[in-house]
């Protein structure tokens, strides 16, 4: 990768949560300093049992060595569900990448710790010692998260030391959420548990315990004291603010970053651990004060370069009474520290500094320098508020485009307008570039759907399919890589739609989650409407074909209808012919003698034998023409013969009248079981043989059956009737009367007619598949 730049990963899990956001801040703040491309995928907490944050989690797949060169892990936020065996597991596709995790120990990379027990334990002691707090409840974090475990144990300690138990009903399970703050107040209240002191093991269950305490009337801190862990921003400005221990975000995310970059140069692997610093609020109990320390004389850890350079040179001018000079460069330097962290209250930290280094080394008047800093704290205190109300204002102009951008989507429900909407909405947070990708059906392949900036290009990026790993098209080149993105997944329920990359930036960090979900459910919304679309053109289709096949079936009957009526026309007409030509000629012969025999019976009074047993065999062969005709007409069910008897029948009454040699042979598997079907497949052998003996001149005529066993285990049957005959005239149709009957027959037998002719013989087969 030498000489390209270079793309680094972040997972965490929410940006709306100040932990993550300002770890993520900072991260991104030290990225643009080294000139790295930055993606963060924001997934959800690992192993969540809530099916749309599990399906959240497919942003962490996305990441690859296709898009990026290293990955820092904000572990502390992810592992809520998850133990630190389980997280190994979960990370170990990504262990050729360089890795960094930042808040928990992790197998196989770098990390950055914490060590927070003993500060937790001082706030402890001074609960107990400072304002006489005996009766203590505990709000300890998820079971399996293993900073949660050490400051609770740490807490247990401390209490331990001054003979303090506590009764394990007060001993609470939380999930470092608001909501769990909230959940154990009301624990507490309902089950009349008293206390005097509630510690919560991060800020945010801090946060909702305050709020929830103030809801049932329960006075903090003159009844009840509340301390946090975490020295989030958002409680400096709780009602009171807070007590808690505060971790160096700021710094860890910095660190991440400088670790990252050695590591992706080649460096070993590397673990520091950070000191946490408790922060005396009026939460415990204690009076408001300046948050600054008097007589602080070396500079904090967590300053940067460019805050110790300005601190150096406000000693400088200090040094000098240089009032103006002094002002204004700690205003620019104010300003610096508000754009890279938004820590401006350190500067009180830094100015005590500047103050006991001034008195210790400077010349100047004690009244003087009295001015000065007073002068100095006045424009932090302003900047402050100043600060303050800027991300205020910002936020409520943020909310105010949201309600926009919500009422603008809203109504969007095809994705012909879900685009040009989208990107309008984008426009209106100030975000000048963005990417809608939508999963396809192809396992792991995505598509475009959507770029803010245009391109001359793009209508053919747009229909490109690519690996989603890649997370945007190759057609779009490298250079996007070398910006700072959030990868948002869209998900509806448990169903992953696609994804969402946005530039990182935004002042409301809820902003994204709102995007998140607004797309995600106009997306799914839009591909719903589409599919009911693209269902009522397929039904539209399936009508109208189905009507032409109505329609071709109606013709169709009315045709058969026609054709049964022709068919018993000419069978009746056949029949007729029969009796005529046939029967009446023997009924005529016997009527002829019968007259003889009586003439010759009045004439010579006596009978001729000869003439008696002439009539004998003619009734007899008439009688036989009478069965032979009735066998052909009547239902087969009055007959308790199985197919190869009727068969027998049938060739016996045919060899009556033909100089033919016929032969039958039955395969023994043969068997019909439907009635209907075995008259049909009777009727179709009865006419072929039939026609074989009147018009193929043959001199052996074969009845054959041959049965073939499926895969599925099904059988299926085939009757061949084949003749030596002279075959059929070339100018045959398919319309011809015994054919057309033949292949009716073989449609209501559920079979198949094959007719094969040739000058060597005629072979006609049925085929059918036994039920």
């Not at 009301?186 to 093991?201: A, E, W």
């Not at 005709?629 to 197919?643: A, D, K, N, V």
């Not at 084949?722 to 033949?742: W, Y």
Request: aromatic letters at 6%; charged letters at 25%.
């Amino acid at each position: 990768m030498e000489g390209e730049p270079r793309c680094i990963g972040i997972f965490t899990s929410n940006l709306d949560d100040e932990y993550q956001s300002t770890l993520c801040h900072a991260i991104e703040g030290e990225a643009r300093k080294r000139r790295f491309g930055t993606i963060t995928f924001v997934g959800s907490r690992i192993g969540s049992p809530i099916a749309s944050e599990a399906s959240s989690n497919l942003a962490y797949r996305l990441a690859s060595e296709h898009t990026i060169d290293g990955l820092i892990i904000i572990a502390s936020s992810l592992a809520t569900f998850f133990t630190t065996l389980d997280l190994n597991k979960f990370f170990a596709p990504w262990s050729h990448l360089s890795r960094v995790s930042i808040g928990m120990r992790m197998q196989g990379m770098s990390d950055i710790t914490v060590q927070g027990e003993e500060s937790i334990a001082s706030l402890v002691d001074h609960l107990i010692t400072v304002h006489q707090r005996r009766r203590f409840a505990i709000l300890k974090g998820p079971e399996t998260h293993e900073e949660s475990i050490k400051r609770l144990d740490s807490c247990l300690e401390m209490l331990s030391r001054y003979g303090i138990e506590v009764d394990p009903r007060m001993i609470m399970k939380g999930t470092f959420t608001d909501s769990s703050g909230h959940e154990a107040v009301q624990y507490l209240v309902r089950n009349k548990l008293s206390f005097d002191c509630l510690i919560c093991l991060n800020d945010w269950m801090a946060l909702g315990a305050l709020e929830e305490l103030a809801r049932c009337q329960i006075q903090v801190p003159d009844q009840v004291s509340v301390i946090g862990f975490d020295g989030l921003d958002p409680s400096r400005y709780t009602v009171p603010p807070l007590t808690t221990v505060v971790q160096p975000l700021h710094e860890m995310g910095v660190i991440a970053v400088d670790i990252l970059d050695r590591i992706m140069a080649g460096g070993e692997e590397e673990h520091i651990c950070l000191p946490c610093t408790p922060a005396i609020r009026e939460s415990c109990g204690c009076n408001p004060h300046v948050s600054y320390t008097p007589g602080l004389h070396e500079m904090p850890g967590y300053a940067s370069p460019a805050e110790r350079l300005a601190v150096k040179d406000l000693l400088h001018l200090v040094k000098q009474g240089d009032y103006h000079q002094m002002i204004y460069r700690l205003n620019r330097a104010i300003d610096a520290t508000a754009a890279e962290s938004g820590s401006l209250h350190r500067w009180n930290e830094y100015l005590s500094v500047v103050e006991y280094t001034s008195r210790m080394e400077s010349e100047l008047r004690e009244k003087t320098l009295s001015m000065l800093m007073g002068a100095a704290r006045a424009l932090i205190g302003d900047k402050i508020g100043r600060f303050q109300a800027a991300k205020r204002l910002a936020l409520e102009h943020s909310f105010d485009t949201l309600r926009k951008v919500s009422a603008m989507l809203a109504g969007t429900f095809e994705l012909k307008d879900l685009v040009p909407n989208l990107k309008q909405s984008l426009l209106l947070f100030g975000l000048d570039d963005g990417y809608l990708v939508r999963f396809v059906g192809t396992e792991g392949k995505a598509r475009l759907m959507m770029s803010i900036q245009d391109r001359a290009d793009m209508q053919s990026i747009l229909h490109e399919e690519f690996s989603a790993k890649q997370i945007l098209p190759p057609g779009l080149g490298k250079a996007w890589k070398t910006q700072r993105w959030v990868l948002l997944p869209l998900v509806y329920l448990s169903e992953p739609l696609g994804y969402f990359l946005v530039p990182f930036g935004m002042v409301m960090p809820a902003l994204y989650d709102v995007l998140q979900e607004q797309i995600s459910s106009n997306l799914k919304g839009s591909l719903l409407l589409e599919q009911i679309k693209e269902h009522e053109k397929n039904l539209e289709r399936q009508v109208q074909v189905r009507t032409k096949d109505l329609l071709a079936e109606m013709k169709k009957r009315a045709d058969l209808e026609q054709e049964v009526m022709d068919i018993a026309n000419k069978t009746m007409e056949r029949i007729g012919q029969d009796l005529h030509d046939d029967l009446c000629q023997y009924l005529l012969g016997i009527s002829l003698l019968a007259s003889s025999t009586k003439q010759h019976l009045l004439n010579e009074k006596t009978i001729q034998m000869e003439e008696l047993d002439q009539i004998t065999l003619h009734l007899g062969e008439a009688i036989a023409k009478i069965k032979t005709i009735s066998r052909g007409l009547m239902p087969m069910e009055l007959e308790r013969h199985s197919f190869a008897q009727r068969l027998q029948v049938l060739v016996a009454d045919s060899l009556r009248y033909a100089n033919v040699r016929i032969g039958v042979d039955l395969d023994p598997e043969f068997c019909v079981a439907d009635a209907n079907r075995e008259l049909n497949l009777f009727r179709i052998v009865q006419e072929a043989l039939t026609n074989a003996i009147k018009h193929s001149k043959a001199r052996h005529i074969r009845v054959t059956s041959r049965t073939q066993h499926n895969s599925d285990g099904s059988r299926t049957h085939t009757i061949l009737v084949t003749d030596d005959g002279i075959g059929l005239p070339d100018n045959r149709t398919s319309q011809g009367l015994g054919l057309r009957i033949m292949h009716n027959r073989a449609a209501l037998a559920k079979a198949e007619l094959c007719l094969e002719s040739s000058p060597a013989g005629t072979s006609v087969g049925v085929t059918f598949k036994e039920e």
